[in-house]
């Protein structure tokens, strides 16, 4: 059974512009999580998306978005980049409201 | 990759010790606890979980214990092998949520 699935693996914007993420959970699960782990931090909790609704997020501004498509895939997006966006960005998956598995991660660097 | 910074606490042991490494959360609320294992480059890897109605949970070669008063945990690996070297991270849910809060992470490094 496949994993977590995330890409790219690594992205490369300038400041300003605006970032696509995609995640695609394991088969079977409904729950996409998404999470920011920057340099010199732990993983800070993003946006809970569930059935295709946005369930919760986490203290981020605005411009960090997101949406999860009918096949329960997700899409992370991040508008108006900043320096400090520049951070690994993690999906997560489950089926219930327990164990998440993570995928591989996008490493965002912003210059 | 370089997934958490230059300040993490580090922990080293002998191959073939017994490694224990602590967790302190936050929320006396929480009723749910993760362990996970980080290699360079790699997502969190989950490890085991144990239920706020449980004090010890045991998998294989790990144990997490839990001890609510003090909202302290706890994963013991035994006979910790060179695989072992990774950041270990805590987490917590909340019974009201579903997300989770993570620790800071320990790196665990196994000496040959």
């Known amino acids: 059974e496949a994993g977590v699935t995330q890409s790219p693996t690594h992205l490369i914007k300038t400041r300003g512009q605006q970032a696509t993420l995609r995640c695609s959970p394991i088969?079977?699960?409904?729950?996409v999580y998404w999470y920011q782990q920057a340099l010199g931090l732990g993983l800070q909790f993003l946006l809970w998306y569930d059935e295709g609704e946005e369930r919760n997020r986490g203290n981020f501004p605005p411009r960090f978005s997101g949406r999860q498509f009918p096949n329960y895939s997700s899409e992370l997006n991040v508008n108006a980049l900043e320096l400090e966006d520049s951070a690994l960005y993690l999906c997560?998956?489950?089926?219930?409201?327990?164990?998440?598995?993570f995928g591989p991660g996008t490493r965002l660097t912003v210059l | 990759g370089e997934s958490v910074g230059l300040h993490l606490p580090t922990l080293s042991v002998q191959e073939g010790d017994n490694s224990i490494i602590n967790c302190a959360y936050s929320n006396s609320a929480s009723d749910y606890f993760i362990w996970y294992k980080q290699e360079s480059g790699k997502g969190p890897q989950f490890i085991i979980d144990i239920r706020s109605n449980m004090d010890k949970r045991q998998g294989q070669r790990v144990t997490v214990l839990l001890n609510k008063t003090v909202k302290h945990l706890s994963l013991q690996i035994a006979a910790t092998q060179p695989g072992d070297s990774a950041v270990y991270f805590c987490?917590?849910?909340?019974?009201?949520?579903?997300?989770?809060?993570f620790g800071g992470g320990t790196r665990l490094m196994v000496k040959p």
């Open positions: 987490a917590e849910k909340l019974n009201a949520g579903n997300m989770l809060t």
């Open positions: 997560a998956s489950s089926l219930f409201r327990f164990e998440q598995f």
């Open positions: 088969s079977g699960h409904t729950s």
